[in-house]
């Protein structure tokens, strides 16, 4: 392989075209097409980046280009089992968005078949490369927190409320990517209850609990009708809280306190974490090509992490339609 990798762009939507900007300033990478079914927006990127590559509305035309290495696929999660598949077995590397797919069988089936053509599968899970969340896991595995109690997460929002999917599929692989990251572990039982008030048939609001191999438990809360928005994780040990807040000018702070033999608490302040300033999404680009170029399976957002990420959302999903049924959840 080349320096550069040439790399396919597959959709160029809102997230695509944040894609698209990353890899076409990026030295390590060379985009030799651009797809995408809808012409208009195909033209208007192509205008916006002022585009001197290949464009097309028919991905079939791209996968066969000669050169080519990678593609990145931004497209629905529903077409993302056909593209994936037909990309590996071209030798092709994938950079897939999230959910890897919506069935844990196909996921599974697309982990081996990128063994199996020793290609590189990687899912595009940004918050893992987010400076917030990767100094969080670093705190975390310092032990400074002490004994882990619990764990909890707000995501809400007013808007957007999709048609495809229900808030569960939506919000949910963000807040689970980031708890098993700062974990080091995923949940062994689920359980989840939803609301349905905007469209028949999707949850709009969503509580669900995860419980881990150690016994730590985290309560997620996920809504789309929420006009207070919220982004925002937190994991409570015996000396602190560790608080991801998305939206704060602090992003990452500890809260100390703990109790006296009396239960009187002590110890008592506020800590603010620094963090390193760079994009997520750059780093996953960064991440990607280093994959590629060494052919080295990802250690921080792999297929099979996907893989595990849809088992734990097909679960959560099974608990809702079971009216908040305690689920199992086998290890991969």
């Known amino acids: 392989m080349s320096e550069q990798t040439a790399i396919a762009l597959l959709g160029v939507g809102r997230w695509g ?7 076409l300033h990026n030295p390590r990478a060379r985009v030799v097409a651009v797809v995408d079914p ?18 097309t509305t028919q991905w079939q035309d791209v996968l066969e280009m000669n050169g080519l290495d990678a593609v990145a696929i931004t497209t629905p999660a529903t077409t993302h089992n056909s593209l994936i598949t037909a990309a590996l077995k071209q030798d092709l590397h994938v950079l897939a968005a999230k959910p890897l797919t919506l069935s844990f069988a ?20 940004t918050y893992l490369f987010h400076p917030a969340v990767l100094r969080g896991r670093e705190f975390v595995q310092s032990g400074k927190l002490g004994q882990l109690r619990y764990g909890y997460s707000t995501r809400s929002h007013l808007s957007p409320v999709r048609s ?9 692989i963000h807040d689970i990517a980031i708890l098993n990251f700062w974990l080091g572990e995923t949940p062994c039982q689920v359980e989840a209850k939803g609301s349905t008030w905007l469209q028949a048939g999707l949850a709009d609001t969503v509580w669900a609990t995860l419980t881990y191999p150690s016994g730590f438990e ?10 207070d928005k919220q982004r925002r994780s937190c994991l409570v ?48 680009c960064n991440h990607f090509l280093d994959c590629v170029q060494h052919n080295r399976t990802s250690a921080i957002s792999s ?23 305690v689920i199992d959840i086998l290890k991969i």
């Open 106 to 125: 196909e996921s599974v089936q697309l982990c081996r078949l990128a063994e199996q053509q020793q290609r590189q599968l990687v899912i595009d899970h």
């Open 38 to 55: 809808c012409l208009e927006q195909l033209e208007a990127i192509a205008k916006r980046f002022e585009l001197d590559v290949f464009c």
């Open 237 to 284: 040990g015996e000396n602190g809280s560790l608080i991801f807040d998305e939206l704060a000018q602090d992003q990452l702070t500890v809260q100390w306190g703990k109790f006296d033999e009396k239960f009187r608490p002590i110890a008592q302040s506020r800590e603010i974490l620094d963090l390193q300033n760079q994009e997520p999404l750059q780093q996953v």
């Open 164 to 172: 495809d999917v229900d808030a569960m599929w939506d919000l949910a």
């Open 17 to 23: 075209a944040h894609l698209l900007r990353n890899f």
């Open 303 to 325: 297929g099979w992490l996907g893989a595990g990420l849809v088992q734990t959302l097909v679960a959560l999903s099974e608990s809702m339609q079971a009216n908040g049924k």
């Open 218 to 227: 985290a309560r997620l809360h996920l809504s789309w009708l929420n006009p």
